[in-house]
């Protein structure tokens, strides 16, 4: 079983910057990638970022530019930096891990709330 605490959200205004942290424990052997997705209030749950335990990445069309998604793999951490932070990115953002047999684990979710 993989557990993961998100942390780093917050409120800021449009053009900040925030960082959130993704803590992964638990059996990390078997994850081949992880992510984050968001949803914000009465839509669905949207692809945010990806990172594969090769370090490739991608991203939504509409962070792409704005958004970086890294890991510390000694910390088991994964990170997705947010610039030029826009309202419309105002959602739950929650960190995911795909383990090599098709199960997908994810974390509580971190309110990120951006004021224009």
């Known amino acids: 079983q993989v557990q993961l605490v998100e942390s780093g959200g917050g409120l800021v205004q449009a053009g900040e910057s925030l960082r959130l942290s993704c803590a992964a424990s638990?059996?990390?052997?078997?994850?081949?990638?992880m992510g984050w997705f968001r949803q914000a209030p009465g839509k669905q749950r949207d692809f945010v970022a990806i990172?594969?335990?090769?370090?490739?990445?991608n991203y939504a069309d509409s962070v792409k530019g704005r958004f970086t998604i890294s890991r510390d793999n000694a910390k088991n951490t994964m990170y997705l930096q947010m610039n030029s932070l826009k309202p419309e990115d105002t959602a739950v953002y929650y960190c995911?891990?795909?383990?090599?047999?098709?199960?997908?684990?994810w974390g509580q979710g971190t309110q990120v709330t951006v004021s224009s």
């Open positions: 990172i594969t335990n090769g370090g490739s990445t």
């Open positions: 995911y891990a795909d383990a090599a047999i098709g199960s997908r684990h």
């Open positions: 638990g059996s990390m052997s078997n994850i081949r990638a």
